[in-house]
C-alpha cells in the first residue's frame, strides 16, 4: 500500500467516526443494529469487501439489510464470488475492523492485513455489486458503503439499487460465471425453469386437485415488489400479493416469515376470508419462506415451515433419480449419486424421523446458512433447510455435466422416455433453485411446481408427518458469549452445570427435546422445547429459560 492509498483511507476514515461504546461482531447473518448506529460499520464493510475482490480478482458483493428485524434495524453483509456467504477465514477481520477505535487504528489493521494476505494494489481493478431492501435507512448506509468502496484505489462500485438477498448473491455468483446478472436475466431463469416443470408434469396429474391460486405476505418488504414482477413472467399460477409494502404497512410489523413460524398466528391482512387457502410468508429480504393454511378457529394456522419444504423438495428429487436411476443402474452404467440432507437441532424431530424414513443421509450442522451450504455442497445434491425456512438445493457442477451429458444420450436412444423426463427435470430444478444461498422466489416457484407434479393440495403436503409440539423462548442476558455449545448446538459446554439442567428438565416429558444458544443476530439467548404436546413444549421451555436466567440473567441491574 503506498502513501496516497494510506492518506486516501485515513481521510475517508475521518468522516465516518465509530459510535463508542458498540461492540459489533460478523454473526450468523453479518452486521446487525440499530441502524442509526451502523454508518462506520457499513463504511469498513465496503472496505473490506474491496479489499475481497483484490483478493480474489472476482466481483463481490455487498447487500444492506438487517432481514426479519425490525424497520429501524439495519445490516450489512458480503457475498463471496460463489455468490456464498463470506468466507469465515475473514469473519475475524471483519469483527476487528468493525471495532478499530479510530481512523489509525482502523488503517493500521489494514496495512497489517493487506500484507498477510498479500493483496495486490493496481493489478487488476476490484467491483462489487451493491444491493439494499427497502429499509428507510438503507440509502444513506448505501452511501457510507460506496465511500468505504472508493476509498480503496481501483475500486469499483456498482448500485444494483433495491433487490432481494438472494437476487444479489445470485447476481454475484452470475457474473463471475460470466453470465448475463441482470434483474431481467434472473426473472427469466426462474420462470423459464419453472416452465420447464410444468410441461413435464405428468399427463395423468389433473389440474383440479389443488387450489390453483397462491396467497403470499410479501412482510411489506423487497419480496412482495419483486413477485409482483416475477408474477409477469409466469403464465401457469395465479398469485394475490398481500402485505407488499405499498399500502403503508410497516416492514416485519405482524406480517412476514419470521413472525408466522414463530408466533404460529396469520399475519395482518389475513382472516377468516382465507380459511384452507394455500398462503406462503417471504422474510424481509425474501431469503426466508414458510407456507400456511388459515384454521376456522381464531388466527390460528396449520404451519408449514422450512422442515416440511425441505421433506417436500428431498422426496421429488429421491423420485426423479429413482427413475433416472432404474434403467441405467440395470445397465451397470448408472451414477451413484450422493443425496445429503443437512438441517440444524431446530428441525422438528418428526422431520427428522421422516427424511431417514425415506432412507435419506441427514447431516447436521450449527445455525446459519454459512454452517449448512458448506455441508450441503459436498454432496452430488445436497439439501439444506433450516426450520425457519432459509434453505435451497445445491448441485454439484460434475453431476449437472454428468445430467446434461445423459440429456444428450437419450436424445439418441429413447427421446421423451421417463428417464429422460426425470434428466431434465432434474435440470430445471438446479437451474430454478438459488444456487447461491437459500431464496424465498425460487423456492416458491419450485414448492408450486412439485404440487402441480403431485396434484397435491397443501393440507396434503403437510400431511408427509406430524410435527411435534414445539416452542421457542429468548432470554436476555449480560453477556450472551457466555453461553458455549458443543456438538451442532445441541449441548452447552460453559456454563459448567447448565446442560445437566436442562437434561434434569427435559427427561420429565416424553419425546422431550431442548437446547439453547447464544443468538448470531440479536442480544439474547435462544431456547427451543419439543414434547409430545404444547402444552409440555411451553413448560418445558419456560423452564429451561428460568434456569438460564439463573446462570446468566441481568439479574437486578
Ligand atoms: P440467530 O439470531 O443466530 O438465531 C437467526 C436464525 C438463523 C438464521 C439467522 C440469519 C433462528 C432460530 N435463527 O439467527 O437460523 O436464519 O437469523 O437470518 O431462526
Ligand atoms: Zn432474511
Known amino acids: 500500500m503506498d502513501e496516497q492509498q494510506i492518506a486516501i483511507l485515513l481521510e475517508a476514515a475521518s468522516r465516518f467516526p465509530r459510535p463508542q461504546g458498540v461492540k459489533l461482531s460478523y454473526g450468523t ?40 428485524n425490525q424497520v429501524s434495524d439495519n445490516g450489512v453483509k458480503v457475498a463471496d464470488p460463489s455468490g456464498g456467504m463470506l468466507t469465515q477465514e475473514w469473519e475475524p477481520f471483519a469483527d476487528s475492523l468493525a471495532n478499530a477505535i479510530d481512523a489509525e487504528d482502523l488503517v493500521r489493521l489494514i496495512i497489517e492485513f493487506v500484507k498477510k494476505e498479500n493483496i495486490q494494489f493496481g493489478v487488476k481493478s476490484a467491483e462489487i455489486l451493491l444491493g439494499r431492501d427497502t429499509r428507510p435507512s438503507g440509502e444513506s448506509l448505501l452511501e457510507a458503503a460506496k465511500q468505504g468502496i472508493n476509498s480503496i484505489v481501483g475500486a469499483v462500485a456498482t448500485d444494483v439499487g433495491v433487490v432481494t438477498t438472494p437476487q444479489l448473491h445470485w447476481m454475484v455468483r452470475s457474473r463471475n460465471k460470466g453470465m448475463q446478472a441482470s434483474e431481467a436475466a434472473y426473472f427469466e431463469q426462474l420462470s423459464n425453469s419453472f416452465g420447464c416443470l410444468m410441461d413435464l408434469k405428468p ?33 401457469e399460477i395465479v398469485i394475490d400479493i398481500r402485505n407488499s409494502g405499498k399500502k403503508g404497512g410497516v416492514l416485519n410489523e405482524g406480517v412476514g416469515a419470521d413472525y408466522v413460524q414463530k408466533e404460529k398466528v396469520v399475519p395482518h ?46 422426496l421429488f428429487i429421491q423420485e426423479q433419480l429413482s427413475i433416472l436411476n432404474k434403467e441405467n443402474m440395470e445397465a451397470k452404467n448408472g451414477y451413484p449419486v450422493r443425496l445429503g440432507i443437512v438441517q440444524t437441532a431446530y428441525a422438528n424431530g418428526a422431520s427428522t424421523d421422516y427424511l431417514k424414513k425415506l432412507g435419506l443421509e441427514v447431516m447436521f450442522t450449527p445455525t446459519g446458512v454459512k454452517y449448512l451450504h458448506e455441508k450441503a455442497a459436498e454432496y452430488d445434491i445436497g439439501i439444506y433447510f433450516e426450520a425457519n425456512g432459509h434453505g435451497t438445493i445445491l448441485f454439484s457442477e460434475h453431476f449437472v455435466s454428468w445430467l446434461e451429458g445423459k440429456n444428450i444420450e437419450f436424445d439418441k436412444t429413447s427421446k421423451g422416455s421417463e428417464q429422460q423426463k426425470a434428466a431434465l427435470r432434474l435440470l430445471a430444478v438446479s437451474k430454478l433453485i438459488n444456487q447461491a444461498v437459500g431464496d424465498a422466489l425460487s423456492g416458491l416457484l419450485l414448492v408450486e411446481a412439485i404440487l402441480r407434479h403431485k396434484g397435491w393440495s397443501i393440507q396434503r403436503w403437510n400431511e408427509l408427518y406430524q410435527d411435534l409440539p ?9 453477556d450472551r458469549t457466555a ?45 427451543y422445547a419439543e414434547a409430545s404436546t404444547q402444552e409440555a413444549a411451553e413448560n418445558l421451555a419456560k423452564s429451561v429459560a428460568q434456569h438460564v436466567d439463573q446462570f446468566l440473567g441481568l439479574g437486578s441491574n
Open 269 to 314: 391482512g389475513f382472516g377468516p376470508n382465507d380459511v384452507g387457502m394455500r398462503c406462503a410468508s417471504l422474510d424481509g429480504d425474501a431469503d426466508r419462506l414458510v407456507y400456511f393454511r388459515v384454521l376456522s378457529e381464531s388466527n390460528k394456522i396449520d404451519l408449514v415451515d422450512g422442515d416440511k419444504i425441505l421433506s417436500l423438495f428431498a
Open 203 to 235: 399427463k395423468e396429474t389433473t389440474a383440479n386437485v389443488m387450489d390453483d391460486k397462491l396467497t403470499v405476505d410479501g412482510a411489506n418488504g423487497v419480496g412482495g415488489e419483486k413477485l409482483e414482477e416475477l408474477k409477469n413472467f409466469l403464465k
Open 29 to 68: 447473518a453479518g452486521f446487525r443494529a440499530d441502524a442509526s448506529i451502523l454508518s462506520s460499520t457499513v463504511f469498513r464493510v465496503g472496505i473490506l469487501a474491496a479489499l475481497r475482490s483484490l483478493k480474489t480478482q472476482a466481483v463481490i458483493g455487498l447487500m444492506i439489510t438487517a432481514s426479519h
Open 470 to 478: 414445539s416452542r421457542q423462548l429468548k432470554v436476555k442476558v449480560a
Open 483 to 527: 453461553v458455549v455449545t458443543a456438538n451442532a448446538e445441541t449441548v452447552v459446554v460453559k456454563p459448567s452445570g447448565l446442560q445437566k439442567v436442562i437434561d434434569a428438565e427435559t427427561a420429565k416429558y416424553p419425546q422431550g427435546r431442548s437446547f439453547i444458544r447464544p443468538s448470531g443476530t440479536e442480544d439474547v439467548i435462544r431456547v
